[in-house]
């Protein structure tokens, strides 16, 4: 199965959107966004800006933990990771995320609740 992005509500009726790989596995998040256009914005970010190396920004949490967001040319988040064991698991996750994020299809999920 390919990757896709989900595109949901929540209960505070704000938008949000996930990368996930052909797995079903989540590898990236984004914040949370007061209109629909704004969510879809992102995602079209992602899809533009996913392929490029200096786009990623490689963190190490203070428990230990990698992990990695994804910045626009402006250099605002667009999305970040989940919490990674090892430095190479999060490579792995940047390069799905690089792989992926251009083509990936969009689910909606707005519509339910």
Request: aromatic content about 8%.
């Amino acid at each position: 199965m390919a990757a896709y992005f989900e595109l949901s509500k929540s209960k505070d009726e704000q938008y949000r959107f996930v990368l996930k790989a052909g797995n079903g596995e989540i590898i990236l998040t984004s914040e949370l966004y007061k209109t629909r256009a704004s969510a879809e914005n992102g995602i079209a970010s992602v899809q533009t800006n996913s392929p490029l190396d200096e786009r990623y920004e490689k963190k190490t949490a203070s428990n230990g933990k990698e992990h990695f967001n994804l910045k626009a040319a402006n250099h605002q988040v667009i999305g970040s990771s989940q919490l990674y064991a090892s430095a190479a698991s999060r490579d792995a996750g940047i390069e799905s995320v690089k792989k992926n994020g251009p083509v990936a299809t969009v689910k909606d999920l707005t519509s339910q609740s």
